[in-house]
């Protein structure tokens, strides 16, 4: 970008980048900044002036976040620039810009649920006075409504604008703002409404004060009370890398971990809010229906009820995994139907046309083949039949992030959803994938000369009855593009489970002509399968499963425990140690956190236990065991032309699978503060409609 | 000084007059394609004027969508800059200046008229006739003290005021009565009271004085040569 600038950083020389900041350079030499405004991820406003550093022979110290070393010029003898961090004119100005920040901060630390975290408690021991010189009020400003999950204590804003920038940069909705000015400056939404981005929980993270916490963790809990659990979330395909903090048995809250290649370092609300679901709705004993009412049995009990059905014919017997499964469970679930000679299995509940036989494309041909990070490198992204906000809002804001920049044309064939960039529609459903290969002009043609174009087809153009023949229209176009090539793979699939691409990777799929979801239903409610084993499954329409016996193994009393005969209680992800495979095919540790509910147990050793039970011991005694099995599958040539299979495709307009961002799955349809985030969104489509 | 807020009672709607929709035009016009929101402050002093002198909120969002801007923007500028009220104000806006220079010349008893007639700051008269309110300098110190008067014949500079004279141009402005802007005393302009003291001598201006210039300084040197012929070309 820019040729090397030497600069010297109290007294050592280096040499960065002229496009480096100050900040940067000074980080480079091995120096810390103190900052309040300035965020790496954000644009920068410079208005905190927490960072000013001393250029020896400048007048004034400067703001080392806004200033480039491009900027300086050398010494009078030649050398490069002396910056200074550690003079007696830094530290004054440091403590001088503290103490102006703490004029109207509030001292109500023993009762902010900040404290213990806040930069500003931090930073004011590290480079404050150490003492008061004002006697006079402090101002004090009204709360200011944000929704549900925002809290807001705003005497105690600095008036950083993290959270403006991040809401209008990284969410792409622009409804915070600086109203005011001077000392009455104040942030707040147009009129006091509710955020409606999937992604506003992160202002609660960038507030460097206490000024936005979280409301639903509002005065919960200490951060040196939590013991903080490294894992990964589940709530949608990207595998978010995730903090679990609890205490005791209980989680108290999520936060995002760093990931460049992920997540960044944000998470959406859903991730970060569903903790109060883990609470409710729980299974913690075995459960067996007995008169048509399910009483509670014991584990013995309810595990020989299972065994003596499982003894029955496997023809009439299929199983299905759920959408937040780990890959331990799914591999012994598919360990010990194998063992009885069930061939009906899927993990595809909404029955997408992706992996398993027939398309014989090996795992580009349902994984997010760019990876996420690879958006940033994309100059062109065609979205099929998906809306990312919707489904990954993570992956959205990377797609809005290149937007931004002014890297990447979007163009949509599906919804015409608000996605918080601007796209070109170009049609609504499976007829115009074709079309737009013959397209002309506007975003094909730019498309057709992009260098690295990207292909993101989602649930919502291949989870329908036609969805294998518009796979295969989706891989022609990819094909005839040219966007899988030796050095860039721009076909991506966006899936919209946690478990999908491990329970594809481990083979989760019907063998030796067995019976997909559909088929499985359909056998059901005709009475040819009369034992369907739901692991965590509560997505497919329970009503088609007819007569036949239900057994649910999962965490909540959703769907499938309400129409069980027989419930195993299994552990909700943050109760196992548990490996994830994202969208991206990256498998993912998960770390347990706390323990199950109750009697609840590891999902895999119920199943192991089940096998013993059955007489038909899977081969492991441990997790290590088990995870020694666990094979991705061998990579083979990929060809997009040959996916999915040739046809007629419906006229049918795409539709997104989740129709409700917030109660996509039996966590976050036990959690409260999900069904206020539902109600909160419904209320603004409403609204607009 | 207390922040400002947006009124407790909002009209229902905000629609521009027919001469306000072609000013916004006018400096819509002005900006690049994609840049129109670079017309904020323009249209939000049009509506200002279009709304009886004060922002409502109707009227923001009018100028948002105009704008294609997010809502919160517009409140961010409209709060922003004082010239924009926020609340109603009445028939006639008075800003009397209370910097040093007119203060100095008396602008204290301007604020006490404008207290005995209209009453506190930033409140409307019974009569609805006037609001007022202290800013900062108006730029008019050699005419101090100052107020300026905003109604729908614009905005109009009402200078060299005293007591009398401010009361007496409230008076007349209630009664409907025409006043004229400028200095209230008599004086042209900034002229001394009484008329100019210098550079009175006429011969000054009719040209009595004129002598023939011998060379004008730093002037090009005149070229001696003709001008070019006619129809040649180099």
């Known amino acids: 970008m820019s040729e090397l600038r030497k600069v010297n950083v109290d007294g050592k020389e280096i040499e960065v980048p002229g496009h480096y900041t100050l900040m940067q350079a000074c980080e480079e030499a091995g120096a810390e900044i103190p900052r309040f405004c300035y965020h790496e991820r954000l644009s920068v406003a410079g208005n905190c002036r927490m960072c000013l550093v001393e250029w020896v022979g400048a007048p004034k110290p400067m703001a080392s976040c806004a200033m480039s070393v491009n900027d300086l010029r050398p010494n009078r003898d030649g050398t490069p620039a002396n910056i200074r961090t550690d003079s007696a004119v830094v530290k004054k100005a440091r403590e001088g810009v503290m103490e102006f920040l703490l004029i109207n901060h509030p001292l109500d630390c023993p009762i902010c649920d900040q404290g213990g975290e806040c930069d500003l408690q931090d930073q004011a021991m590290g480079y404050g006075r150490g003492r008061t010189r004002y006697d006079e009020p402090k101002r004090a400003v009204e709360e200011k409504n944000m929704g549900p999950l925002v809290k807001t204590n705003m005497t105690r804003c600095i008036q950083c604008t993290r959270c403006v920038r991040f809401i209008s940069e990284v969410a792409g909705v622009e409804e915070l703002g600086l109203v005011n000015r001077g000392e009455n400056a104040e942030i707040t939404t147009y009129l006091q409404a509710n955020l409606t981005s999937e992604l506003s929980g992160n202002v609660i993270d960038l507030c460097p004060v206490g000024a936005l916490t979280s409301r639903p963790y509002a005065f919960n809990a200490r951060p040196w009370e939590l013991v903080k659990t490294e894992s990964v979330d589940v709530m949608d395909a990207v595998g978010s890398n995730i903090r679990v903090d609890s205490r005791g048995s209980e989680v108290m809250r999520i936060l995002p971990r760093n990931n460049d290649d992920v997540n960044e370092e944000w998470i959406s609300d859903k991730t970060r809010f569903v903790w109060d679901g883990l609470k409710r709705q729980r299974l913690d004993k075995p459960f067996v229906r007995k008169n048509d009412k399910l009483v509670p049995a014991s584990w013995g009990e309810a595990l020989d009820v299972v065994a003596k059905r499982l003894k029955g014919d496997p023809e009439r017997m299929a199983a299905i995994a759920g959408d937040l499964c780990d890959m331990e469970s799914m591999k012994a679930l598919k360990d010990l139907m194998g063992s009885l000679g069930v061939t009906s299995l899927d993990c595809r509940q909404d029955g997408a046309a992706i992996g398993g036989q027939g398309n014989g494309q090996g795992r580009e041909g349902y994984l997010f083949n760019s990876g996420i990070a690879g958006i940033d490198k994309a100059d062109a992204i065609l979205l099929i039949g998906t809306n990312p906000r919707m489904e990954a809002p993570i992956i959205n804001a990377r797609i809005r992030g290149v937007w931004l920049h002014g890297e990447a044309d979007i163009g949509v064939i599906g919804q015409a959803a608000d996605l918080t960039y601007p796209y070109e529609h170009l049609g609504t459903g499976p007829a115009d994938i074709a079309a737009f290969a013959k397209k002309r002009g506007g975003f094909a043609a730019r498309f057709k000369k992009a260098k690295n174009p990207m292909i993101i087809v989602g649930m919502g153009a291949l989870s329908r009855p036609d969805g294998a023949q518009v796979l295969r229209e989706v891989g022609e176009l990819a094909a005839k593009m040219k966007i899988v090539r030796e050095d860039w793979n721009g076909f991506n699939v966006l899936h919209t489970a946690a478990a999908r691409v491990g329970g594809l990777d481990i083979g989760f799929i019907p063998t030796n002509g067995g019976k997909n979801t559909d088929d499985i239903l359909i056998a059901a409610k005709a009475g040819e399968i009369d034992t369907v084993y739901l692991l965590g499954a509560d997505e497919i329409d329970m009503s088609a499963l007819g007569k036949a016996f239900v057994i649910y193994q999962g965490s909540h009393g959703d769907a499938g425990a309400h129409r069980a005969d027989v419930i195993l209680p299994g552990a909700a992800y943050t109760e196992k140690d548990g490996l994830y495979t994202n969208t991206e095919g990256r498998m993912q540790d998960g770390f347990r956190s706390v323990f199950p509910k109750g009697e609840a147990r590891e999902d895999w050793a119920i199943l192991r236990a089940l096998s013993d039970t059955l007489e038909r011991t899977l081969p492991y005694d441990d997790l290590e065991g088990l995870r020694a099995t666990i094979r991705r599958p061998d990579a083979s040539a990929f060809d997009p032309a040959k996916l999915g299979k040739s046809g007629k495709v419906t006229g049918k307009a795409f539709a997104s699978p989740v129709t409700d961002h917030y109660l996509t799955n039996p966590i976050a349809r036990a959690s409260a503060v999900m069904a206020a985030c539902a109600a909160n969104t419904l209320g603004v489509r409403e609204a607009a409609e | ?234």
């Open chain 2, 1 to 234: 000084m207390s922040g400002r807020h947006l009124a407790k009672e909002q009209p229902d709607s905000f629609a521009f007059s027919k001469e306000g929709e072609s000013q916004a035009k006018y400096w819509i016009a002005k900006y690049p394609d994609g840049k129109q929101r670079s017309a904020v402050i323009p249209l939000l002093w049009i509506a200002q004027k279009d709304n009886g002198g004060w922002l409502s909120e109707p009227a923001m969002r009018t100028v948002g969508d105009r704008l294609g801007m997010a809502h919160i923007r517009v409140l961010e500028v409209a709060t922003f800059y004082t010239m924009f009220k926020l609340e109603p104000v009445g028939e006639h806006l008075i800003q009397v200046c209370g910097t040093t220079p007119c203060m100095l010349r008396g602008s204290g008893d301007i604020i006490k008229v404008c207290k005995n007639r209209i009453g506190e700051k930033n409140t409307i008269s019974a009569d609805g006739k006037f609001t007022w309110e202290e800013v900062e300098c108006l730029g008019a110190c050699v005419n101090a003290p100052m107020v300026q008067i905003s109604n729908t014949s614009g905005d109009h500079y009402y200078e060299d005021l005293d007591e009398a004279a401010m009361e007496k141009l409230l008076g007349d402005l209630a009664a409907g009565k025409a006043v004229k802007d400028g200095p209230q005393n008599g004086r042209k302009t900034s002229e001394p009271l009484g008329g100019a003291l210098t550079l009175s001598d006429k011969s000054l201006y009719n040209g009595a004085r004129a002598k023939p210039l011998k060379s004008i300084p730093n002037a090009p040197k005149l070229a001696k040569k003709a001008a070019p012929k006619k129809g040649t070309k180099k």
